[in-house]
């Protein structure tokens, strides 16, 4: 069973992907409704969290790997700690397991431009938000929840301009939460960085 919040705005009514932020509170907490009834319907004792910016290629890495998963995947950004800690907390009460997908594109800028030439249409705020806080999340994750599996893919393009994911493998935790360290991004510095390019 795949959740996912944008999935949930098609079905709104008067729903316009012109203005999708518009519709993005009342998707999320549909979304977050489906994800309560599928933690008592689904018996599989796995349950998938998607971690990642806007625009970072999460629903390609779903639609590619997980579409035939028999369980509950939450395809979304994971971008604050409160929300991480709410679903796992769910997750722990419905006796299930969580592990934590997330996908890192290899080129922010790529990634920008993705998500300013994408149907569904948010500020660029969104985008700056999602990533830094998506990183900030996953860390906090590895540091709060050491128990809690975490999968790490970077999403970049082949020659034939498909999107590839190649998933990153850590030695040890301590080598994990380095990379998760080396890889925080401050708001203002992502915005630097895409700017200053375009």
């Known amino acids: 069973m795949i959740i996912s919040a944008d999935a949930i705005k098609e079905r709104i009514k008067g ?36 971690n990642g910016g806007s625009a970072s290629g999460k629903t390609e890495f779903v639609s590619e790997y997980l579409d035939d998963y028999e369980g509950i995947v939450f395809d979304g950004t994971l971008s604050t700690p409160e929300g991480a800690r709410v679903k796992i907390k769910k997750i722990v009460k419905a006796h299930k397991t969580a592990i934590v997908y997330s996908v890192i594109p290899d080129d922010l800028l790529r ?7 994408r149907d569904r249409k948010f500020q660029d705020t969104h985008f700056y938000k999602t990533h830094s806080g998506s990183r900030k999340t996953l860390l906090w994750i590895a540091e709060k929840y050491p128990e809690v599996k975490i999968k790490i893919f970077e999403s970049s393009y082949n020659k034939k301009r ?26 203002d510095e992502i915005i630097k960085l895409v700017t200053e390019k375009i």
């Open 15 to 50: 729903y316009n992907p012109e203005n999708a932020e518009k519709y993005h509170q009342e998707s999320a907490k549909a979304a977050d409704e489906e994800f309560k009834g599928a933690l008592k319907g689904v018996k599989n004792k796995e349950v998938v969290l998607m």
């Open 111 to 117: 990634a920008f431009i993705a998500f300013l030439n």
């Open 162 to 187: 498909s999107m590839i994911f190649s998933e990153l493998i850590f030695d040890n935790k301590k080598q994990e939460l380095e990379y998760l360290k080396k890889i925080q991004m401050a708001e």
